[in-house]
């Protein structure tokens, strides 16, 4: 099932540069998409989502841009800091015929921010 | 912040055993959802869980699996016979009526 794929599985950016995430899928079913951040021994933690119909959403820090036509979507983190170092998964969200929400996940993107 | 919660964080069972995950989901919460991560895999989709029965379940899902809503605070996933090849982290998930989803920090299962 390779419907969401982040192809960087690290990246390495100097505090205080902007982080550019990013991340693809196949199916142009998916209605919202999703980032969230992961720190080891804890659970996914929501950052920022977007709407399908959408381009662009910013909150604070995060920006989240996506491209339909190129099935692209990626975060941008500026400025970067030490504390965003975590792995970010991008998530694809599926509106089930019960009305529920079911996520598919990329594989994920360590991000290291060196002081 | 409300947040959700697993227990135990760390699962360790023979195979054969029946294990039983536990999740308590943010209280006004109306939708319920497993996931598990085997490790350096992809967090993969279960099951989720709304009005007290399974509304979608992914084909890993099968018959070993099953969830329930035994009171109205709990969210458990019981596996009756474990595999080897189900140690992973399961990570609970809710959410209110937006598509929005929060996980617990996730139970380590390991089978031996």
Known sequence: ?115 | EPEVTQTPSHQVTQMGQEVILRCVPISNHLYFYWYRQILGQKVEFLVSFYNNEISEKSEIFDDQFSVERPDGSNFTLKIRSTKLEDSAMYFCASSARSYTQYFGPGTRLTVL
């Not at chain 1, 142009?28 to 080891?40: A, H, N």
């Open chain 1, 1 to 115: 099932d390779q419907q969401v794929k982040q192809n960087s599985p690290s990246l390495s950016v100097q505090e205080g540069r902007i982080s550019i995430l990013n991340c693809d899928y196949t199916n142009s079913m998916f209605d919202y998409f999703l980032w969230y951040k992961k720190y080891p021994a804890e659970g996914p933690t929501f950052l920022i989502s977007i709407s399908s119909i959408k381009d662009k959403n910013e909150d604070g820090r995060f920006t989240v841009f996506l491209n339909k036509s190129a099935k692209h979507l990626s975060l941008h983190i500026v400025p970067s800091q030490p504390g965003d170092s975590a792995v970010y998964f991008c998530a694809a969200s599926a509106t089930t015929t019960s009305g529920t929400y079911k996520y598919i996940f990329g594989t994920g993107t360590r991000l290291k921010v060196l002081a």
